[in-house]
T-cell receptor, first 114, second 115 residues
Framework: AQKVTQAQTEISVVEKEDVTLDCVYE???????LFWYKQPPSGELVFLIR??????QNEISGRYSWNFQKSTSSFNFTITASQVVDSAVYFC???????????FGTGTSLTVIP | GAVVSQHPSRVICKSGTSVKIECRSL??????MFWYRQFPKQSLMLMAT?????????EQGVEKDKFLINHASLTLSTLTVTSAHPEDSSFYIC???????????FGEGSRLTVL
């Protein structure tokens, strides 16, 4: 069965610290997609990244980076030099290759303290 | 980029009334749209999948008579919460799957408060 686990419920860091949000997934599919979304207090989901199961290259986008390790079924997200505006709930998600089955983790609430 | 718009973003209604939430894909056609519900400090739970021109597929435990979903066109799906009660108060989010690419885009969400 498909499942996404975000073990960290809440994290607090001081501004400028680096922080890593963990995501572990389970799936029997060989082709699947992994996502990260940011949900600020206003509620909308902000798309951050989509990665397909065949692409294990790590990705960096500004202060954000993602580490996809198929061997450990993990797709961790690191924010470097965190800022107050990074405070939000972050969701990791998994979908099948059709995109019709979408599974969200329980989210990690990140608070960046000035 | 592709945009999915939900309306209204916030709605307050009295118990017993019905509320309609619209989900529109603004610059692409979506054969499939999804409706999610999110309780405070919890994850998004899929309620139903709607395909244009056909009946929605509801997840287990979701009352189809309570949450009416209509996907009348390739750019619009509606969720109607019928005879709303305070326990229906929640944040409802839709997503739309782009027809040719399969990419998924989320709406901004609609916060329903039933008094």
């Amino acid at each position: 069965a498909q499942k996404v686990t975000q073990a960290q419920t809440e994290i607090s860091v001081v501004e400028k610290e680096d922080v890593t949000l963990d995501c572990v997934y389970e799936t029997r599919d060989t082709t699947y997609y992994l996502f990260w979304y940011k949900q600020p207090p206003s509620g909308e989901l902000v798309f951050l990244i989509r990665r397909n199961s065949f692409d294990e290259q790590n990705e960096i986008s500004g202060r954000y980076s993602w580490n996809f390790q198929k061997s450990t079924s993990s797709f961790n997200f690191t924010i470097t030099a965190s800022q107050v505006v990074d405070s939000a709930v972050y969701f990791c998600a998994l979908s099948d290759y059709t995109g019709n089955q979408f599974y969200f983790g329980t989210g990690t609430s990140l608070t960046v303290i000035p | 980029g592709a945009v999915v718009s939900q309306h209204p973003s916030r709605v307050i209604c009295k118990s017993g009334t019905s509320v309609k939430i619209e989900c529109r894909s603004l610059d692409f056609q979506a054969t499939t749209m999804f409706w999610y519900r999110q309780f405070p400090k919890q994850s998004l739970m899929l309620m139903a999948t709607s395909n244009e021109g056909s009946k929605a597929t509801y997840e287990q435990g979701v009352e189809k008579d309570k949450f009416l979903i209509n996907h009348a066109s390739l750019t619009l799906s509606t969720l109607t919460v019928t005879s709303a009660h305070p326990e229906d108060s929640s944040f409802y989010i839709c997503s739309a799957k782009r027809q040719n690419t399969g990419e998924l885009f989320f709406g901004e969400g609609s916060r329903l408060t039933v008094l």
